[in-house]
């Protein structure tokens, strides 16, 4: 067994090509990683909102909420199934809401984009514990008051404490709190009171969904059979876990099948360019090997060696990849979801399985790129080679 | 012999570490095309958007939609030389539920004349504007769905719940590169008339041809100013900034894709530069020589550039024509028929491919100008006296 010193020694050596290659896959890595991450931000930040517990209504048909109406009057008579909780004074947990977006100039570019506003009843609040004012002040109900979330805050234009954007002519809203919500996507979000939102939207007497607090995961079918059987609503019920999961695919398989494609890529090239380096080591090391054979060492050792470099090359340059990659933990990124046609702002999240993920599959860059000159090295006859 | 034919001559001499490293740069090459050719495929629509159409929707939202008798209003307006209106219908194919098309309802006789680069036979055409049933669908739709002219399709509502059957009375295809050829148009009178009360006569979005482009800020700021003073206020934008304002929302995905294609350039530097330079490392001895008789240190600098430029463009010649198959087969194909909306027109661009050769050569001379300034400052004897 050739010690690992050696190998380490070598490196240090020839520092420049080294480094070259060690930086390039350094790249590859933190491109991967940061994809990864996104995908996974993407994912967690839409499924978050969703939980367990909770049911959603929506018109029979409709993908999202944005798309579905259901009449105020059905809003009583779906909250009063035997299996929707009470509250404390005997009131169904639930929320009837209406979903609409705006379009407002976004800032850093010169067009206009979607947000998502939803018109919320005044006990919003209690009906997502998570969600909770950070900044400011709750919206006053009935008035022209919206609270944001704090994803969107200051990307658009009016959307910051204190400013205003319109919902229709003439009736600026006032943003008068900031919330957060456990990094879901409700943070992409503004709030205003229903009966403000649907008026400016002419959607009177309408609700967009209705969700409902279930009184344990498990009574979800029940829920689900007594209000799809009643045909005359013309309503469908989904676990709101299960329809956020729905809404985050197409952009998350978008993103996720681009930075595949990316990364493959990028590795061909990084593997490449580990393996010109260590057939030129090989190749200036020849009379080294033919030393370490006369010494003893074995063929398998030399082969062996000669990987175990390739592979803490590549790792080295893992490491920087994926420490930079961790850096982006700090920025957002804000992009239309193709299903909402709204813009939902993500975070990087990293997780030890995409970290530990991108750092083997360096390794196997390495492991792959050092495989060929390792063979090379180890067929080397010593005799010849000593004499080279 | 010249010192560029010395420089190609040199990279024959480690031939397998030459081809290496141009199936390196060709890798980069193709990465850096295809995600170029992602940033301009998105931008294709408002390259090639019509300078003489504008398009009207309501100023808060495209969700809320505009009263018919607006088109009286648009058409009365001088300079307006056609105006049509369209719906969206965003249905779903039930047999194939995750295939997103778009599908709208418009009225074929001015959707034709003021979209006259879709091309539609004139007896598909008759057949559409006698058939109140009747649909046309793109050919990139056609051949995804599997349809043909006289067949039926039935599409399942969201916003408009329901089932919808529909007779294809025609396949068209298109003139323009901007013009999405996977949509599924039918007659709005259709859908109005099955709609109730409360929900007819409202039309999504209007657009208008124009009789001079250069007064389309006019135009539009004309149109708008008519409906101010009316309930429903209205945005018009040419569809070129109709499009640009659409990439906005997606602003973060493009610089995205910017920087990563910039990281995959440098990756390439780095592998070419690696090359270059463990080449002069062993050649240090020659470069003695070469002075010795009398080269001075700029031609020896040259043909170490020299080297570097020619693999640099063997690399990107391999990459381009690579690159050309894969999209045109492959990932264009794809995009084309399931991106349809996003990417009406995916393939290589001759000015992608053009600063992609311009830049293999431009890196190429960059990468090795570490490595031959260093060879080029060695003295003499220095040179002479290093043995590798």
């Given at each position: 067994m050739v010690p690992l010193s050696y190998n380490l020694r070598s490196l240090a050596v020839r520092k420049t090509t080294t480094l070259a290659t060690a930086l390039g896959i350094a790249l590859v890595v933190f491109v991967l990683a940061s994809v990864l991450m996104l995908s996974n931000g993407i994912r967690g930040t839409l499924e978050r909102a969703g939980s367990e517990d909770v049911?959603?209504?929506?018109?029979?048909?409709?993908d999202t909420e944005m798309s579905s109406g259901i009449e105020d009057a059905n809003v009583g008579v779906v909250a009063s199934a035997k299996e929707v909780k009470r509250r404390g004074d005997g009131q169904p947990d639930a929320v009837g809401e209406v979903v609409v977006v705006v379009a407002l100039d976004k800032k850093g570019t010169e067009g206009v984009s979607n947000v998502t506003v939803r018109g919320v009843p005044d006990d919003v609040f209690a009906f997502r514990p998570e969600a909770r004012i950070v900044a400011g002040r709750a919206a006053r109900p009935g008035g022209a008051e919206v609270v944001i979330g704090k994803g969107v805050r200051g990307n658009f234009k009016g959307v910051e404490l204190g400013q205003s954007f319109e919902l229709r002519k003439n009736r600026p809203v006032q943003v008068v709190g900031v919330f957060e919500a456990n990094g879901s996507s409700y943070e992409s979000e503004a709030w205003g009171d229903l009966n403000a939102v649907r008026t400016a939207f002419g959607r009177e007497e309408m609700v967009s969904s209705i969700r409902v607090r279930l009184e344990s995961p498990a009574k979800l079918d029940a829920f689900a059979v007594g209000v799809e059987q009643n045909k005359q609503l013309g309503l469908e019920v989904m676990r709101e876990a299960e329809y956020l999961e729905k809404q985050s695919e197409g952009t998350a398989i978008f993103i996720q099948a681009m930075g595949t494609v990316i990364a493959v890529l990028f590795s061909i090239g990084a593997m490449i360019g580990a393996m010109i380096t260590m057939y030129a080591a090989v190749a200036h090391r020849r009379r080294e090997i033919g030393?370490?054979?006369?010494?003893?060492?074995?063929?398998?050792?030399?082969?062996?060696?000669?990987?175990?470099e390739s592979v803490l090359l590549a790792l080295g340059g893992g490491l920087v990849g994926a420490g930079a990659s961790l850096l982006m933990t700090f920025a957002r990124f804000s992009t239309m979801n193709f299903t909402s046609w709204s813009e939902?702002?993500?975070?990087?999240?990293?997780?030890?399985?995409?970290?530990?993920?991108?750092?083997?599959?360096?390794?196997?860059?390495g492991l792959l790129g050092g495989l060929l000159p390792a063979v090379r090295a180890a067929r080397m006859p010593p005799v010849q080679a000593m004499r080279a | 012999m010249t010192l560029f034919g010395l420089a190609l001559r040199n990279l024959r001499r480690n031939r397998f570490r030459a081809i290496l490293t141009a199936l390196g740069v060709a890798v980069a090459i193709l990465t850096f095309v295809l995600l170029r050719t992602v940033?301009?495929?998105?931008?294709?629509?408002?390259?090639?958007?019509?300078?003489?159409?504008?398009?009207?929707r309501h100023k808060v939202s495209f969700v809320i939609q505009l009263p018919k008798r607006y088109i009286d209003d648009v058409r009365a307006i001088k300079g307006v030389k056609a105006a049509t209106w369209a719906n969206w219908f965003g249905a779903k194919d039930p047999k194939d539920p995750n295939n997103f098309f778009a599908n709208m309802a418009v009225d074929p006789a001015s959707f034709l004349e003021v979209y006259d680069e879709i091309v539609l036979p004139p007896q598909q055409k008759r057949a559409w504007l006698e058939n109140r049933r009747g649909a046309i669908v793109g050919d990139v739709l056609a051949r995804k769905m599997g349809v043909k002219i006289g067949d039926r399709v039935t599409l399942l509502g969201t916003i408009y719940a329901g089932d919808w059957p529909f007779e294809i009375v025609g396949i068209y295809s298109a003139a323009r590169k901007s013009i999405d050829r996977s949509q599924f148009l039918f007659h709005w009178e259709y859908m109005n008339e099955s709609m109730p009360e409360r929900r007819r006569d409202l039309i999504g979005w209007i657009v208008a041809r124009i009789d001079d482009p250069g007064r389309g800020a006019d135009i539009s700021a004309k149109i708008d100013s008519v409906f101010d003073v009316r309930d429903a206020q209205t945005i018009t934008m040419s569809e070129r900034s109709l499009q640009l304002s659409f990439?906005?929302?997606?602003?973060?995905?493009?610089?995205?894709?910017?920087?990563?294609?910039i990281i995959i350039l440098v990756i390439m530097m780095m592998i070419l530069g690696n090359t270059i330079a463990m080449g002069v490392r062993e050649r240090t001895g020659e470069y003695g020589v070469l002075r010795a008789v009398g080269f001075l240190p700029r031609h020896i600098a040259t043909f170490i550039v020299g080297e570097s430029i020619a693999l640099g463009?063997?690399?990107?010649?391999?990459?381009i024509a690579i690159s050309y198959p894969i999209v045109e087969l492959g990932i264009g194909r794809f995009l084309e028929e399931n991106m349809g909306s996003f990417f009406p027109y995916f393939r290589v661009d001759p000015k992608v491919a053009g600063a992609a050769l311009l830049l293999s050569g431009l890196l190429g001379a960059a990468a090795a100008i570490l490595p031959a300034r260093g060879a080029a400052r060695l003295s003499v004897i220095d040179s002479l006296r290093r043995v590798e």
């Open positions: 049911a959603i209504v929506l018109r029979k048909g409709s030393t370490l054979r006369a010494l003893g060492f074995s063929r398998a050792s030399i082969l062996f060696s000669f990987i175990v939902i702002s993500f975070s990087f999240d990293a997780t030890p399985g995409i970290i530990g993920g991108s750092l083997a599959f360096a390794a196997a860059m | 940033i301009w495929a998105w931008n294709v629509a408002a390259e090639y958007a019509a300078k003489d159409r504008i398009a009207t990439m906005a929302m997606f602003s973060a995905m493009l610089r995205a894709l910017d920087i990563v294609s463009l063997v690399g990107g010649v391999l990459g």
